[in-house]
């Protein structure tokens, strides 16, 4: 599973939704959807967008979470 830890992020830094989308130069419907972890898919364009705008790399937005094993 990926994790998506854009809302961490921005709450740490005290970012809302709306000064990352201006910010990165992204559509507030978008940062809206990463941040409620709502997106299926990750456009690449607007990853590089909020990576820039926020100093951190790919990684730190997002985590791969190894599934747990079913019984």
């Known amino acids: ?3 998506n830890r854009l809302s961490e992020i921005l709450g740490r830094r005290r970012i809302k939704v709306s000064q990352l989308a201006e910010g990165a130069g992204i559509s507030r ?5 990463l941040y409620h972890d709502r997106v299926e898919s990750f456009d ?3 990853l ?3 990576c ?3 100093g951190v790399d790919v990684g730190d937005l997002l985590r791969h979470v ?3 094993p079913s019984s």
Do not use: Q, T
């Open 52 to 54: 820039s705008y926020l």
């Open 48 to 50: 590089d967008r909020i």
């Open 29 to 33: 419907g978008a940062a809206h959807k």
């Open 66 to 68: 190894p599934d747990e």
């Open 1 to 3: 599973m990926i994790e």
């Open 44 to 46: 690449r364009k607007v």
